[in-house]
């Protein structure tokens, strides 16, 4: 199995940024599509980002194109979600999720990723 924790939710202001990091277990990690997910209180688990398993590539959600960015170290099995100018619309849990990257299509439904971490906490207040 694989296993997820992310790190480096916070507090901040409207404009701040913050860089989340999820840590994976296992030596399987540069085979594994990454993506990042958010759930907001008394909503639904969202999609914010995806990064390929070479980190080639990435896609991002409308919300969040041009403010966040995704990036992996292979080497170290950790993936990030670098996020700039940040919104109190974006306050939520954000969780990373992951799934074997076989053909190289990108999945953004949360049901299409069979692993996840516990989520990180992000607050921003305006």
């Known amino acids: 199995q694989v296993q997820l924790v992310e790190s480096g939710g916070g507090s901040v202001q409207a404009g701040d940024s913050l860089r989340l990091s999820c840590a994976t277990s296992g030596r399987t990690f540069s085979n594994m599509l990454m993506g990042w997910f958010r759930q907001a209180p008394g909503k639904e688990r969202e999609f914010v980002g995806i990064?390929?398993?070479?980190?080639?590539?990435?896609y991002f959600a409308d919300s969040v194109k041009g403010r966040f960015n995704i990036s992996r170290d292979n080497a170290e099995s950790r993936v990030y979600l670098q996020m700039n100018n940040l919104k109190p619309e974006d306050t939520a849990v954000y969780y990373c999720a992951a799934r074997w990257d076989i053909t190289g299509t990108f999945y953004s439904r949360k049901d299409d990723y069979p692993f996840w971490g516990q989520g990180t906490q992000v607050t921003v207040s305006s």
């Open positions: 990064i390929s398993k070479s980190g080639g590539r990435t």
